[in-house]
């Protein structure tokens, strides 16, 4: 397992656009593996390449259901509307209400460089939004109502 380390808002890296893949390797494969070993110990539902300081238009995401890795994805249909509370592995401590489409379809690229399409609602096309937005230097605060809020820590 190999962690890496999230930039946090405020980081140059986080403001840039990342360019596309153009091919899977080696490096590229271990950058996906790190992705997900970070976002899990880190206990977040996505993670951008970005968010570790690589300019690459990858993202993973687990919603509960299972891992899903993004390469070079596109929000190719929306659908309705929800608000609700969302935060950032590279914003700690801090939560915003941010309005998103209720449902998404994205095309992306396996980790094979097929084309794949997937669906999401809720919970999940949320994620996708937010992690898509991440590969063109947007961070959610930009999005959120009232600002940002910080998180109450439970049970203290
Ligand atoms: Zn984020």
Same mark, same amino acid.
């Given at each position: 397992m190999a962690l890496r380390k999230i930039r946090e808002m405020?980081? #140059?890296?986080?403001?840039k656009h990342c360019k596309e893949v153009t091919k899977m390797n080696l490096r590229t494969r271990l950058l996906i593996k790190d992705l997900f070993d970070t976002m899990y110990k880190a206990a977040g539902v996505g993670l951008a390449a970005p968010q570790v300081g690589i300019l690459k238009r990858i993202a993973v995401i687990d919603v509960g259901d299972g891992p899903i890795v993004l390469i070079n994805? #596109?929000?190719i249909e929306q659908d309705g509307e929800q608000t609700g509370e969302e935060g950032c592995l590279s914003v700690p401590g801090k939560y915003g209400i941010v309005t998103r489409p209720n449902y998404v379809k994205v095309k992306t690229l396996t980790e094979d460089m097929e084309e794949m399409i997937i669906e999401g609602e809720e919970l999940l096309a949320r994620a996708l939004c937010h992690e898509i937005e991440h590969l063109d230097g947007k961070l959610y605060v930009e999005l959120a109502e009232d600002g940002l809020h910080d998180v109450e820590n439970e049970g203290e």
């Open positions: 405020g980081e #140059e890296v986080l403001t994805p #596109e929000i």
